[in-house]
T-cell receptor
Framework: AQKVTQAQTEISVVEKEDVTLDCVYETRDTTYYLFWYKQPPSGELVFLIRRNSFDEQNEISGRYSWNFQKSTSSFNFTITASQVVDSAVYFCTHMDSNYQLIWGAGTKLIIKP | DAGITQSPRHKVTETGTPVTLRCHQTENHRYMYWYRQDPGHGLRLIHYSYGVKDTDKGEVSDGYSVSRSKTEDFLLTLESATSSQTSVYFC???????????FGSGTQLSVL
């Protein structure tokens, strides 16, 4: 069955530390998409990144970077020099070849000043 | 930002009463979704729509029904609310099937 595992339920770091959020997925598809969404304390869900299964190139956007490795079925998210505003719940999702989305349970990230 | 409006934003109701949540979008997106969010479960799909009058069930559809009579509106109805339906409900839209979702601000529903 398709599945997304975010093993870290909660992570707490001190501001300016680097932090990596893990995402491991299970899929039987060769074509699929992976996403990360952020949910800050205000509650809205914000899109961060979309990656298709044929593009294993790592992505960097400012302090955010994503490492996609098909060999380990992982799509990990790293925040460099974390800031208090990064505190949120982060969700990893997998979209299969039928465009069905499977959501991970989320990782709550707490950045302490 | 995508124009997605959920109403009401908060609602408290009693067990056994009908409840309708509304999602309105101004993006002309074809796909619309209703999710519920509960602690420890992430987001779970209730129902979705791939066009006017075209809807289908998600993984937690029992006790819920939906309607989409216009592209811009997607209604979620709890025919007879139960305490287990206390949750935060999110509407989402999507232009193409493999694209990102745009989310509304959510509706906090409490069933007493």
């Amino acid at each position: 069955a398709q599945k997304v595992t975010q093993a870290q339920t909660e992570i707490s770091v001190v501001e300016k530390e680097d932090v990596t959020l893990d995402c491991v997925y299970e899929t039987r598809d060769t074509t699929y998409y992976l996403f990360w969404y952020k949910q800050p304390p205000s509650g809205e869900l914000v899109f961060l990144i979309r990656r298709n299964s044929f593009d294993e190139q790592n992505e960097i956007s400012g302090r955010y970077s994503w490492n996609f490795q098909k060999s380990t079925s992982s799509f990990n998210f790293t925040i460099t020099a974390s800031q208090v505003v990064d505190s949120a719940v982060y969700f990893c999702t997998h979209m299969d070849s039928n465009y069905q989305l499977i959501w991970g349970a989320g990782t709550k990230l707490i950045i302490k000043p | 930002d995508a124009g997605i409006t959920q109403s009401p934003r908060h609602k408290v109701t009693e067990t056994g009463t009908p409840v309708t949540l509304r999602c309105h979008q101004t993006e002309n997106h074809r796909y619309m979704y209703w999710y519920r969010q509960d602690p420890g479960h992430g987001l779970r799909l209730i129902h979705y729509s791939y066009g006017v009058k075209d809807t289908d069930k998600g993984e937690v559809s029992d006790g819920y029904s939906v309607s989409r009579s216009k592209t811009e509106d997607f209604l979620l109805t709890l025919e007879s609310a139960t305490s287990s339906q206390t949750s935060v409900y999110f509407c989402a839209t999507q232009g193409l099937a493999n694209e990102k979702l745009f989310f509304g601000s959510g509706t906090q529903l409490s069933v007493l």
